[in-house]
C-alpha cells in the first residue's frame, strides 16, 4: 500500500465518481482504477460498487475512510505548517460551525481571509454542537465554532464570545411590548413562539435559563432551521429567541426588531474545539482569530482583541 493510493482512495470516496475523483487529482481515469484496483487487492476487500449513480462504497471503505482521514488530514497539517515557517500562509482550513454563525459572520469573514491569505481554501461545515465536537474527535474537521458542551469533552476547547441572545419579532408586530424583557414576563405576553427543537443547542441554552426562572417556555412552532426561523418571524405574528450577532444584518435594515431580556441576561458561551494531538496549521488558526472578531465586532458591547 502506498500512500498515493490513500490519497486516490479518499478522493474516490468524497467524489463518488471515477471522473470527478481523477479531475480533482488531476490524473487520467485509468490510472485512478488502477491504483484502486491495487489498494482493494492489497486489502482483500471490495472497497466500492460500481452504480448508474456513481462509485458507492462498501462497509470496508467507510471503515477504511474513517480511520485514514485523520492521517491524511494531519500529514496535511503537517506540510502547510512547514510551507508556512517560510512567511506564506498555505494550507487549508477544514473546520466546522453552527448555523447562527454561519449566518451571521462567515460571509464577511471568508471574504476577507480569501483577499487576504488567497493561496488558502476553505471547507466549511454546519451542524449541531455535538456532531460537529464528534467531527473533531474523529478527524474529519480539525476544529469547530459551537456552543459550549455541557459535558466535559477530551478535546481542547478555547473561549471565543458570550453572545447576547434577544427576542425578536417582524417590523409589524402588533403586540406592544416592553422595551426590556424579563424572562418571566414572557409566558404572561401570549406570545406565539417559534424556537428550535429539543436537543438542538441553541434550545437547550435558553431551556436552561427558563428552569433557572421556574417557568416553561412552550413554542407554537419548533424549526432547527435559522434561516426559515427568521423568514417566518419578518412575515408573521411572531417571535423568537436568537443571538443578535445571527440577525445583525436585518436589525440594521430595520426587517426585524430586537428586545433585550434584561433578567436574567440571556448569554450562549461560544467556544472553539479541536483535538489536542492535532495541532491547528497556521491558516486555521488565522480564519478562526479572524471570525472572532468579526463576532467580537458585531456584539454590543465588544471589541475585536488585539
Not at 498515493?4 to 481515469?29: D, K, P
Not at 471547507?123 to 459551537?146: E, F, K, P
Not at 478555547?158 to 422595551?179: C, N, Q, R, W
Amino acid at each position: 500500500m502506498e500512500f498515493r493510493q490513500i490519497h486516490y482512495f479518499i478522493s474516490l470516496y468524497e467524489e463518488g465518481t471515477v471522473t470527478r475523483a481523477a479531475h480533482r487529482l488531476n490524473i487520467v481515469q485509468p490510472a485512478l482504477s488502477m491504483q484502486i484496483s491495487k489498494l482493494e487487492e492489497h486489502f482483500g476487500q471490495k472497497l466500492f460498487e460500481r452504480t448508474k449513480q456513481g462509485m458507492v462504497p462498501t462497509a470496508a471503505a467507510r471503515q477504511m475512510y474513517r480511520l485514514f482521514l485523520p492521517i491524511m488530514r494531519d500529514f496535511s497539517n503537517a506540510q502547510a505548517q512547514m510551507l508556512s515557517s517560510e512567511g506564506e500562509i498555505r494550507g487549508h482550513v477544514n473546520i466546522g460551525m453552527i448555523a447562527s454563525i454561519t449566518e451571521g459572520v462567515l460571509v464577511d469573514t471568508l471574504s476577507d481571509f480569501s483577499n487576504k491569505y488567497p493561496e488558502v481554501g476553505v471547507t466549511v461545515s454546519d451542524g449541531y454542537t455535538s456532531t460537529l465536537t464528534d467531527w473533531v474527535a474523529g478527524g474529519r474537521l480539525d476544529a469547530a465554532i459551537v456552543n459550549k458542551p455541557r459535558r466535559p469533552l477530551a478535546l481542547d476547547v478555547e473561549h471565543i464570545i458570550d453572545e447576547e441572545m434577544v427576542l425578536i419579532t417582524g417590523p409589524g408586530f402588533a403586540a406592544s411590548l416592553p422595551a426590556n424583557l424579563t424572562l418571566r414576563q414572557l409566558p404572561s405576553l401570549g406570545l406565539d413562539l417559534v424556537l428550535p427543537s429539543r436537543g438542538h443547542g441553541l434550545r437547550s441554552n435558553i431551556d436552561s435559563f427558563a428552569e433557572s426562572e421556574n417557568i416553561e417556555l412552550v413554542p407554537k412552532f419548533e424549526i432547527d432551521s435559522l434561516v426559515a426561523t427568521v423568514n417566518l418571524v419578518e412575515r408573521n405574528q411572531v417571535a423568537t429567541i436568537v443571538p443578535r450577532v445571527a440577525v445583525h444584518r436585518q436589525l440594521a435594515s430595520g426587517a426585524l426588531r430586537a428586545y433585550p431580556i434584561v433578567s436574567p441576561r440571556l448569554v450562549r458561551r461560544v467556544v472553539s474545539v479541536s483535538h489536542p494531538r492535532r495541532p491547528l496549521n497556521p491558516a486555521t488558526k488565522l480564519f478562526i482569530s479572524m471570525l472572532a472578531a468579526n463576532m467580537r465586532l458585531r456584539a454590543p458591547g465588544e471589541r475585536p482583541e488585539a
